[in-house]
């Protein structure tokens, strides 16, 4: 009986927290392996993933579903409604999450300054084929949705790297949103089968690879991280002063969530 009682409170605790932080992850910027480590729940989930211990994380991964639900039907309706002050919001949420990519170490060696230079140009080589913010949202492809699914679970729950911006990267990140508040179950369920392939297949293996390659990969990424924030700006801005405070504002509630 007590085993029960305590086998229910941790299933509770597990649902709560996943509610928690699929709330949270939606907003790019904020990096799900680090409120994995705020939530006391990284080194565990880590080591029953290695050893494929899916079970006990049922309750999570329901929490976690729940709490997406809810919070992107949320941010869709914003995004709809304030498309120019969410843009802002998202590109200083992104801006700011580079202090979690690169760390404490910002000095400039040339090889991360090769590897910056290379990400910015990709991620401005992306955003110029972006339409993201225009309104104009097709329904992503199937194999775009697994893929899309796969590497953003497996790189969100790396700390320090924000996975959804691998969503925007793609250009899939606003039809995902749209898809969570039309309640388009086809989009979602495709998606979740790449996220769950993502976090059994490739989350340990990215972790090797990210833990032997960390450095040049966090400078590269910080690199995509600017090229790609060109696509949050848009290209007529009826209020600049207005979109430059909401975007200090989404810069300083990531960056403080990051130090603390």
């Known amino acids: 009986m007590t085993y029960n009682k ?22 790019p910027g904020i990096s799900g392996g680090t409120v994995l480590f705020a939530l006391g729940l990284y080194e565990e989930l880590m080591k029953d993933l290695a050893h494929l211990r899916l079970m006990p994380w049922l309750p999570f991964a329901i929490g976690t579903g729940a709490g997406i639900l809810l919070s992107g039907w949320v941010f869709n309706w914003l995004f709809m409604k304030y498309t120019t002050i969410i843009l802002a919001f998202l590109l200083g949420c992104i801006l700011a999450s580079i202090k979690a990519v690169l ?79 039309e309640l388009e179950w086809m989009t979602l369920i495709i998606f979740a089968i790449g996220a769950v392939l993502g976090v059994v297949g490739l989350s340990n293996l990215l972790d ?53």
């Open 208 to 260: 090797k690879i990210y833990s032997r390659h960390r450095d040049i990969l966090n400078w590269l990424f910080a690199g995509l991280i600017i090229g790609t924030g060109r696509m949050m700006i848009p290209a007529n801005l009826d209020n600049p002063v207005l979109f430059i405070l909401v975007a200090l504002l989404g810069f300083m509630l990531v960056w403080k969530w990051e130090i603390s």
């Open 6 to 27: 305590g086998a229910l409170s941790g299933a509770v605790s597990r649902t709560i927290k996943g509610v928690l932080i699929g709330m949270i992850i939606i907003l």
């Open 103 to 181: 760390g404490k170490d910002f000095y400039p060696h040339p090889k991360r300054m090769v590897s910056l230079v290379i990400g910015i140009a990709a991620g401005l080589v992306l955003a110029g084929m972006s339409d993201f913010g225009t309104g104009n949202v097709a329904t992503p492809g199937v194999l775009s949705l697994l893929v899309g699914g796969a590497l953003a679970s497996s790189t969100m729950i790396l700390p320090g790297v924000p996975g959804n911006l691998v969503l925007i990267i793609m250009g899939i990140y606003e039809a995902l949103l749209h898809a969570l508040a």
